[in-house]
């Protein structure tokens, strides 16, 4: 990799940021005051944004670095940063040379989006190395109940068996009505519903009750939603043993350890 450039008198350095949510939605920013295309992706100008700082070294040390903007962009809209839209997604940043936008760029940090502050029109990031999950424990800690979540490599069901896509009927507040669903929206519980149009399409909100066709949704979706806009519905489970013995068939799977006496084994029983 030849740096030359960074050696001249006269900088022509640019930060180049690319941003890629989870919806598979990118954007590409860097400092300099004018648009730059590199492979094909166009990096709009956003002078003011910068990092604050970034460190590099070759420890285990957690890199993290927070990063300052304005809301320039009309792409990086405040009604998606509330909704979460803009939650877990990743950011590479890179040095390269305005001049030679064709020239090998200087990688210097990519993670992922962590906690996000909003003041005004400006926000703040937090972004997570690949170091930064180094602080996960080694090791599970021992509960009474599953440690795996719905679905995935530990559990080893297929989702697919457990989706519906239905078409919602109502609103009201927290709460919407599937007629579809009949008299099952309790399976529902600790699931998960994800809009597949209208204004909220792509974001998923957690189940936390139902009852009949009713689902009650843990957060209020931050755009109207209308009757007829298709969803996904994705059971859940309580994470208890009986829950996955009975109703899922599961046992083998089970991440916990329901019979193994600890500190709170007292509290497990009433009047105990």
Known sequence: MSLDWLDREVTTSAYLWRLERADGFALGFTSHDRDLVIDAFRYRAAPGMVPSSIALSDSL???NVEISGVMTSAAIAETDLDAGRWDGALLYISLVDWEQPDAEPLPLICGEFGEIVRSGDSFTVE???????LNEPIAPLTSPTCRAEFGDR????????????????SVSGDEIEIAALGDSAADFIFGSLRFLGGANCGLSFAIIGGQGNVVRLADLPSQPVAAGTAVLLTQGCDKNFSTCRDRFANSINFRGE???PGNDLLTRYPGA
Do not use: N, W
């Not at 530990?154 to 009927?169: A, G, I, M, P, T």
């Open 127 to 133: 972004m997570l190395g690949a170091t930064s999950f």
């Open 61 to 63: 040390d957690i890199d």
């Open 154 to 169: 530990q559990c080893k069901l297929s989702l697919h068996r457990y989706q519906r896509e239905e078409q919602v009927l």
């Open 258 to 260: 329901p019979y193994l």
